[in-house]
């Protein structure tokens, strides 16, 4: 029943920001409740690199995730994976993000 109580406030609710880098983002905060978020989101803690294209699609949608690559796109044309993972680590560990969460610590 607690753990109910815990996830009640992640419905339907945006978090905006802007990462120290530079990078907007805007996340629904239901994506923590997606159960297949959760598996690939262990699966990245777990070091599985492999899927973090599919963990990006799933976290901040193929629109933002487009606008990531762009924004972490050098001047030889290539996306640079230690950018991306730079910006997706802010983005997790933003104050924002974290402060919508209540979920049990």
Excluded: H, W
Aim: proline letters at 2%.
């Amino acid at each position: 029943m607690s753990r109910k109580k815990n996830f009640k406030n992640l419905n339907d609710k945006m978090v905006k920001g802007i990462t120290k880098s530079g990078f907007r983002f805007s996340i629904n905060t239901d994506i923590f409740r997606d159960m297949e978020f959760l598996e690939l989101l262990a699966k990245v803690d777990k070091e599985d690199f492999s899927i973090i294209p599919d963990f990006l699609t799933k976290f901040l949608g193929d629109r933002q995730k487009k606008n990531l690559y762009e924004f972490c796109r050098d001047d030889k044309g290539i996306v640079d994976a230690f950018k991306v993972s730079d910006v997706l680590r802010e983005i997790m560990e933003s104050n924002d993000l974290k402060n919508s969460l209540s979920l049990p610590r």
